[in-house]
C-alpha cells in the first residue's frame, strides 16, 4: 500500500506571494491533517479534515487554509508570505475512528 | 496552558545499551499518548502508543510507560540499535494531537 504523498518536496517563494501544497493520503484514509515544522517551534497543529470537513484547526492566521477533495486528496494554501512561514510542512492521514496517523516526508517551503 | 514537553533535548547511548526518553504533560484530560520517531529528511513514524486507562505497553523492542500520577511519559528502546538514531517526539491527543519538542536520540558504535 503507498504512503501519503506530497507535493511539491521542495518550493522557494518570495514574500508576498502565496503557495499551494498537496498531499494525498493513503488509499481508503479519510481523515487528512497538516503539521507545521520549524525549529523554534516543533511540530505545530494546523487543521484536520474528515470527508470534507474541517473538524480542527491550530492556533493559525487566516492566511493559512485548506481543503479536502471528494477523493480525500487535501491541499493547503499560504496567502501572502512571510518569512518566518519558512517550514518543512507535513501531512497525515488516518481511517478516521483510528488515532494512528500516517506521515508523508513533507514539503520543505522556503520564504525568501 | 497544555503542553507537551521533553526532559532533554539530546541523549547519546552506546549501541547495545537500552534506551529512554522521558516526557511530561500538563493535560490532564489526555487520555491517548503516541511516540513517533522522526528520522533526517522523513516525515514522523509512529512508534507505539498508550491509552489512559493503561500503564505499560510493549511493542518490538520498545515500551512506553505511562505515569498519570505525576503526568509522565516514557518510552524504552531495548538493545539500541545505530538505525534507533532520530528524533522521538511524544504527543498526546486531546481533539488534536499536540507535540512535544523532541529529543535527539544518537547510538555511539
Known amino acids: 500500500k503507498a504512503g501519503v504523498t506530497q507535493t511539491p518536496r521542495y518550493l522557494i517563494k518570495t514574500r508576498g506571494q502565496q503557495v499551494t501544497l498537496s498531499c494525498s493520503p493513503i488509499s481508503g484514509h479519510r481523515s487528512v491533517s497538516w503539521y507545521q515544522q520549524t525549529p523554534g517551534q516543533g511540530l505545530q497543529f494546523l487543521f484536520e479534515y474528515f470527508s470534507e470537513t474541517q473538524r480542527n484547526k491550530g492556533n493559525f492566521p487566516g492566511r493559512f487554509s485548506g481543503r479536502q477533495f471528494s477523493n480525500s486528496r487535501s491541499e493547503m494554501n499560504v496567502s501572502t508570505l512571510e518569512l518566518g512561514d519558512s517550514a518543512l510542512y507535513l501531512c497525515a492521514s488516518n481511517y478516521g475512528p483510528s488515532y494512528e496517523q500516517y506521515f508523508g516526508p513533507g514539503t520543505r517551503l522556503t520564504v525568501t | ?109
Not at chain 2, 27 to 34: E, G, H, R, V
Not at chain 2, 75 to 80: F, H, P, V, Y
Open chain 2, 1 to 109: 496552558g497544555e503542553s507537551v514537553g521533553l526532559h532533554l533535548p539530546t541523549l547519546s547511548v552506546q549501541e547495545g545499551d537500552n534506551s529512554i526518553i522521558n516526557c511530561a504533560y500538563s493535560n490532564s484530560a489526555s487520555d491517548y499518548f503516541i511516540w513517533y520517531k522522526q528520522e533526517s529528511g522523513k516525515g514522523p513514524q509512529f512508534i507505539i502508543d498508550i491509552r489512559s486507562n493503561m500503564d505499560k505497553r510493549q511493542g518490538q523492542r520498545v515500551t512506553v510507560l505511562l505515569n498519570k500520577t505525576v503526568k509522565h511519559l516514557s518510552l524504552q528502546i531495548a538493545a539500541t540499535q545505530p538505525g534507533d538514531s532520530a528524533v522521538y517526539f511524544c504527543a498526546e491527543k486531546v481533539g488534536q494531537l499536540t507535540f512535544g519538542s523532541g529529543t535527539q536520540l544518537t547510538v555511539l558504535p
